[in-house]
């Protein structure tokens, strides 16, 4: 088995764009069910949730603040295993984010040779 990262790709919701309480139970239900039926199929790796906010820091040691205003943002990743990159995708498909208008990028993760 390798493993994959997905990469959840979102645009930022304004205020006014932003769910009610309702849609947002509804919606991590659907991330919890789908995280877990990852889980039950022994494929689970590791998942993060990431913050809107944050910094890049730049090669002269310089911090810049992540820009959110009209970026795609990554808003969280899922880490796990599969037989190959079509499994990866296959998996990918059933991600919540998909129905709300986000995207899920799949990558490889390549082992360190160390």
Not at 19 to 26: L, M, R
Request: some cysteine.
């Amino acid at each position: 088995m390798e493993q994959f990262l997905l990469v959840f790709h979102h645009f930022p919701l304004s205020e006014a764009a932003k769910p009610s309480a309702e849609v947002v139970a509804v919606v991590n239900q659907q991330w919890q069910n789908y995280i877990g039926g990852i889980a039950g199929q022994g494929l689970f790796v590791s998942t993060q949730r990431l913050d809107q906010a944050g910094s890049h820091v730049l090669p002269d040691g310089s911090l810049v603040p992540v820009v959110n205003e009209g970026k795609n943002l990554i808003v969280g990743t899922l880490t796990v295993k599969a037989s190959s990159l079509e499994q990866a995708i296959e998996l990918a498909k059933g991600c919540p984010i998909l129905s709300i208008g986000g995207s899920v990028e799949i990558r490889p993760v390549l082992p360190f040779d160390i």
